[in-house]
């Protein structure tokens, strides 16, 4: 199995930036790619971004493109996601998500708030 933990969430305001890690342990190597999700309050879970392990590619969805990136670092096994620009919009509970050949991981959500 593969396990993941998210840490870097907090409070900044509007404009501000934050970077989220995700750290991943267990069996690494069926790991094929991750990606983020955001979740608001009353809303539906949304995928912020994704990259793949081997290549590094990367997606976006269009309310965050050129304001946040997605990166990896696997000799730490880690995914990282830089947040620049942040907007009261973006305020969400965030989550990691390993994808393997066999099944889907998450983390436990770590909360950003953007809020003056």
């Known amino acids: 199995q593969v396990q993941l933990v998210e840490s870097g969430g907090g409070l900044v305001q509007p404009g501000g930036s934050l970077r989220l890690s995700c750290a991943a342990s267990?069996?690494?190597?069926?790991?094929?790619?991750m990606a983020w999700y955001r979740q608001a309050p009353g809303k539906q879970r949304e995928l912020v971004a994704t990259?793949?392990?081997?290549?590094?590619?990367?997606n976006y969805a269009d309310s965050v493109k050129a304001r946040f990136t997605i990166s990896r670092d696997n000799a730490r096994d880690t995914v990282y996601l830089q947040m620049n620009s942040l907007k009261p919009e973006d305020t969400a509970v965030y989550y990691c998500?390993?994808?393997?050949?066999?099944?889907?991981?998450w983390g436990q959500g770590t909360q950003v708030t953007v809020s003056s």
């Open positions: 990259i793949t392990i081997s290549g590094g590619n990367t």
């Open positions: 267990g069996r690494i190597f069926s790991i094929k790619a």
């Open positions: 998500n390993a994808v393997t050949t066999t099944y889907n991981v």
